[in-house]
T-cell receptor
């Protein structure tokens, strides 16, 4: 079954600290993996998109990694800010599945001062 | 920066009533989507739309749902006879060309509450 699982479900960190969020997927055949940030009550906003051949991609303080062999990805947030408080969702696109995306349940991150 | 807009932001309706959720995708985008997110659960794909027809739909998208692009700008989701379990956030999204690495731009969502 094509699934995306994320851990932890929730995380609290202090402002300025780093954190890493995990994503495991069973979606096959794999096309690409995306990380989205979703503020409460808002639509998801794309952070990164990674294809099979990409191991690392950065977007400012966000760095995503992908291991297509083990079907794992991580999102590392550096020097967290209060505005980073949100849900971070791992999303996988299956190859030959049109543009249908499979969403993970998200990690709810809270950054405290 | 162009953005996807959705109206209304919150819709309350009685069970059995019809609702129409509206979306204005980014103007030069060609592919349009509806997703829903039940409170506390994952975002789920409902339907994709291209060239004035449905290109894909999920099991959730049954005969109670329909989509339409009535003019050059709006993209609507109609739920014919709402059920309590239709209560959710509904997100519209659009992409430009449909390439596998194209970014999907999501609207802010419509919160549908069915009483």
């Amino acid at each position: 079954k094509n699934q995306v699982e994320q851990s932890p479900q929730s995380l609290i960190i202090l402002e300025g600290k780093n954190c890493t969020l995990q994503c495991n997927y069973t979606v096959s055949p794999f096309s690409n993996l995306r990380w989205y940030k979703q503020d409460t009550g808002r639509g998801p906003v794309s952070l990164t998109i990674m294809t099979f051949s990409e191991n690392t991609k950065s977007n400012g303080r966000y760095t995503a990694t992908l291991d297509a062999d083990t079907k794992q990805s991580s999102l590392h947030i550096t020097a967290s800010q209060l505005s980073d408080s949100a849900s971070y969702i791992c999303v996988v696109r299956r190859d030959n599945a049109g543009n249908m995306l499979t969403f993970g349940g998200g990690t709810r991150l809270m950054v405290k001062p | 920066e162009p953005e996807v807009t959705q109206t209304p932001s919150h819709q309350v309706t009685q069970m059995g009533q019809e609702v129409i959720l509206r979306c204005v995708p980014i103007s030069n985008h060609l592919y349009f989507y509806w997703y829903r997110q039940i409170l506390g659960q994952k975002v789920e794909f409902l339907v994709s739309f291209y060239n004035n027809e449905i290109s894909e739909k999920s099991e959730i998208f049954d005969d109670q749902f329909s989509v339409e692009r009535p003019d050059g700008s709006n993209f609507t989701l109609k739920i014919r006879s709402t059920k309590l379990e239709d209560s959710a956030m509904y997100f519209c999204a659009s992409i430009y060309r449909g390439l596998s690495t194209d970014t999907q731009y999501f609207g802010p969502g419509t919160r549908l509450t069915v009483l």
